[in-house]
């Protein structure tokens, strides 16, 4: 039994030691000959021959013809030398790759976010992972906020860049980016357009181009709450799905909308934007991911979404 013990923990260190005795065995084979072989593995030579020969003896195959002048290796030594540096690359290279998703370096990151969020925060976090972080493949997913909470519920998304912020989900973090008030957004030949700022109530008699309440939460609530408040009942003549269709039908003249203040600094033709200032509403640009779902290249995005708000708020009060 003590016997069978030993032998059993003598081939385990023999197994342990297979990837070093590859990496000798290399030397010795390019190099034909153990005293330069020890020389390049910075090693005596003694210790080398004898790591060879515990090699042969775990394979109980002959690799080297040390009697012959110069050195030769047999047909079993030349067909490992091809296998032992295929091996050694193939460590080599999961070594590399298995450190590198361990520091969020690569993988894939599957993004959901609001279509507002292009003029604001969203292209300069794009900017900064992608220049950090080359090899993590972006998968970029315009979305509504209400699409965004059920795309993390059910793990189709990794992370949203969301407005409003989402209800309390159970489950779901969230982050706040950036935080700015609504603007007008009217054909360029509406009478509101020449204004620099207008009441709430300057919308009584409007027709209101809005989003979609459904999936919750919407934008539109937010922007219905207020209007209520105020006292104004709105016409809403058209649900679209994105903002660029929103604009799109402003600039046509079929009615106006509401946008976040980030958007008039894109120049739309046809459209201008007006200032909202009595009871103005505000809305928030928020991150928001799973609690119980974490990866290195999430920690690494949310990272540089607080770098990438603090820039913009900084941006903003100087």
């Given at each position: 039994?003590?016997?069978?013990?030993?032998?059993?923990?003598?081939?385990?260190?023999?197994?342990?030691?297979?990837?070093?005795?590859?990496?000798?065995?290399?030397?010795?084979?390019?190099?034909?000959?153990?005293?330069?072989?020890?020389?390049?593995?910075?090693?005596?030579?003694?210790?080398?021959?004898?790591?060879?020969?515990?090699?042969?003896?775990?394979?109980?195959?002959?690799?080297?013809?040390?009697?012959?002048?110069?050195?030769?290796?047999?047909?079993?030594?030349?067909?490992?030398?091809g296998h032992a540096k295929?091996?050694?690359?193939?460590?080599?290279?999961?070594?590399?790759?298995?450190?590198?998703?361990?520091?969020?370096?690569?993988?894939?990151?599957?993004?959901?976010?609001?279509?507002?969020?292009?003029?604001?925060?969203?292209?300069?976090?794009?900017?900064?992972?992608?220049?950090?972080?080359?090899?993590?493949?972006?998968?970029?997913?315009?979305?509504?906020?209400?699409?965004?909470?059920?795309?993390?519920?059910?793990?189709?998304?990794?992370?949203?860049?969301?407005?409003?912020?989402?209800?309390?989900?159970?489950?779901?973090?969230?982050?706040p980016l950036l935080e700015?008030?609504?603007?007008?957004?009217?054909?360029?030949?509406?009478?509101?357009?020449?204004?620099?700022?207008?009441?709430?109530?300057?919308?009584?008699?409007?027709?209101?181009?809005?989003?979609?309440?459904?999936?919750?939460?919407?934008?539109?609530?937010?922007?219905?709450?207020?209007?209520?408040?105020?006292?104004?009942?709105?016409?809403?003549?058209?649900?679209?799905?994105?903002?660029?269709?929103?604009?799109?039908?402003?600039?046509?003249?079929?009615?106006?909308?509401?946008?976040?203040?980030?958007?008039?600094?894109?120049?739309?033709?046809?459209?201008?934007?007006?200032?909202?200032?009595?009871?103005?509403?505000?809305?928030?640009?928020?991150?928001?991911?799973?609690?119980?779902?974490?990866?290195?290249?999430?920690?690494?995005?949310?990272?540089?979404?607080?770098?990438?708000?603090?820039?913009?708020?900084?941006?903003?009060?100087?």
């Open positions: 039994m003590l016997c069978k013990v030993l032998n059993r923990k003598a081939s385990s260190q023999r197994n342990r030691m297979k990837h070093r005795h590859l990496r000798y065995f290399i030397a010795v084979a390019e190099e034909l000959h153990f005293t330069r072989a020890a020389e390049r593995l910075n090693m005596a030579q003694p210790p080398l021959s004898l790591q060879i020969k515990q090699l042969e003896d775990d394979l109980d195959t002959v690799l080297i013809e040390r009697g012959s002048r110069p050195m030769r290796l047999t047909r079993a030594g030349e067909a490992l030398l295929r091996l050694l690359e193939l460590n080599t290279a999961a070594r590399a790759d298995v450190i590198r998703i361990g520091k969020g370096q690569t993988g894939q990151l599957n993004i959901g976010f609001v279509g507002s969020a292009l003029y604001s925060v969203l292209p300069g976090i794009l900017s900064e992972f992608r220049e950090q972080f080359p090899k993590v493949d972006l998968s970029l997913n315009e979305m509504l906020a209400g699409q965004i909470a059920i795309g993390l519920q059910q793990q189709t998304i990794d992370v949203g860049i969301v407005r409003p912020a989402l209800s309390d989900l159970d489950g779901i973090e969230q982050k700015e008030p609504l603007v007008l957004a009217v054909h360029n030949a509406h009478p509101l357009a020449g204004r620099a700022q207008v009441p709430l109530s300057s919308v009584r008699h409007e027709r209101l181009i809005l989003y979609p309440r459904h999936p919750k939460p919407s934008l539109t609530d937010s922007i219905l709450e207020a209007l209520r408040d105020t006292g104004v009942e709105p016409d809403i003549v058209q649900d679209v799905l994105h903002l660029q269709t929103a604009l799109i039908l402003v600039a046509q003249g079929i009615g106006l909308t509401f946008v976040a203040q980030s958007v008039e600094r894109q120049t739309r033709s046809g459209v201008a934007f007006v200032e909202i200032g009595e009871k103005c509403p505000k809305t928030t640009l928020s991150a928001a991911w799973r609690k119980d779902v974490s990866s290195p290249s999430l920690e690494n995005f949310l990272d540089v979404c607080a770098r990438q708000s603090q820039i913009h708020r900084h941006n903003d009060t100087s």
